[in-house]
């Protein structure tokens, strides 16, 4: 059974900088689309960025420059640098992959962004 644990996520003053991790419980060399998303309270959870195995990676307009995803197969680790928050950034933030046509989630990790 596929396992997507979310760590790194607390609460940051706006300009700040978090590093959110994403280990999964299976060798993910043969996942190809992995993604971060996030849900702020009364919205809709929305792709932030994503992650092929050959490196293309997509933003949200909103992020881009700002915040930078990454992966190391060799660990089964997925990561989401976030720079120059904002308070909008404020959110729950779920890992993501597919295998096999089946999606699955993390539990998720709140961010906050507040002075």
């Known amino acids: 059974q596929v396992q997507l644990v979310e760590s790194g996520g607390g609460l940051v003053q706006p300009g700040g900088s978090l590093r959110l991790s994403c280990a999964a419980s299976?060798?993910?060399?043969?996942?190809?689309?992995m993604g971060w998303y996030r849900q702020a309270p009364g919205k809709q959870r929305a792709l932030v960025a994503s992650i092929t195995n050959g490196g293309s990676t997509t933003y949200a307009d909103s992020v881009k420059g700002r915040f930078t995803i990454s992966r190391d197969n060799a660990k089964n680790m997925v990561y989401l640098q976030m720079n120059s928050m904002k308070p909008e950034d404020t959110a729950v933030y779920s890992c993501n992959l597919y295998q096999y046509g089946v999606g699955y989630w993390g539990q998720g990790t709140q961010v906050t962004v507040s002075s």
């Open positions: 299976i060798d993910i060399f043969r996942v190809n689309y």
